[in-house]
T-cell receptor, first 114, second 113 residues
Framework: SAVISQKPSRDICQRGTSLTIQCQVDSQVTMMFWYRQQPGQSLTLIATANQGSEATYESGFVIDKFPISRPNLTFSTLTVSNMSPEDSSIYLC???????????FGPGTRLTVL | TQLLEQSPQFLSIQEGENLTVYCNSSSVFSSLQWYRQEPGEGPVLLVTVVTGGEVKKLKRLTFQFGDARKDSSLHITAAQPGDTGLYLCAGASTGGGADGLTFGKGTHLIIQP
């Protein structure tokens, strides 16, 4: 399975600022996704990061708030913009393997907004 | 919108007991995956079930996919403290990994020695 790393692993940010989270994979992957996990909750899909084109967002998530880049097949970034305390969550990136049936997750970025 | 109902949400049992976690939906999934997540880490994939009626075993864990591919169960035999964690089921609506996963709410499992 792919090895996925995320930076930063955690951060504490002030209200109104923005944070960019990086996701790096050790091999080329077709699909990359970004999820949010609010405290004590399960995972919710934010968007699919498409290589070379705009990300595809799920209902309730918009590009202005969560801009995503995917410049190549091994790297993606998620920015959380104009943060508020409600954005305090764990943000996780995931990738699908070559056959596409299995999805693997990075270690997550724990964000706290004061 | 596809939903996955996972139950129970919380379960605390003694070491050596057996338990079953259920994941149900009114929608058909092309595959269903079970993950285990520990505090401060990302979910770790345990198994993927693809075929209706499929049963997979991973040591003391048995996973089953319903015949209609709408539900799944995870059975743990002789639970051990090391099994403690958050168990998540997640369904894929299409094959080939084209879509993200729909997650159940998770089962917080505590195995007491």
């Amino acid at each position: 399975s792919a090895v996925i790393s995320q930076k930063p692993s955690r951060d504490i940010c002030q209200r109104g600022t923005s944070l960019t989270i990086q996701c790096q994979v050790d091999s080329q992957v077709t699909m990359m996704f970004w999820y949010r996990q609010q405290p004590g909750q399960s995972l919710t899909l934010i968007a699919t990061a498409n290589q070379g084109s705009e990300a595809t967002y799920e209902s309730g998530f918009v590009i202005d708030k969560f801009p995503i880049s995917r410049p190549n097949l091994t790297f993606s970034t998620l920015t959380v913009s104009n943060m508020s305390p409600e954005d305090s969550s764990i943000y996780l990136c995931s990738v699908t393997d070559y056959w596409g049936d299995e999805q693997f997750f990075g270690p997550g970025t724990r964000l706290t907004v004061l | 919108t596809q939903l996955l109902e996972q139950s129970p949400q919380f379960l605390s049992i003694q070491e050596g007991e057996n338990l079953t976690v259920y994941c149900n939906s009114s929608s058909v999934f092309s595959s269903l995956q079970w993950y285990r997540q520990e505090p401060g880490e990302g979910p770790v994939l345990l198994v993927t079930v693809v075929t209706g009626g499929e049963v997979k075993k991973l040591k003391r864990l048995t996973f089953q996919f319903g015949d209609a591919r709408k539900d799944s169960s995870l059975h743990i035999t002789a639970a051990q403290p090391g099994d403690t964690g958050l168990y998540l089921c997640a369904g894929a609506s299409t094959g080939g990994g084209a879509d993200g996963l729909t997650f159940g709410k998770g089962t917080h499992l505590i195995i007491q020695p």
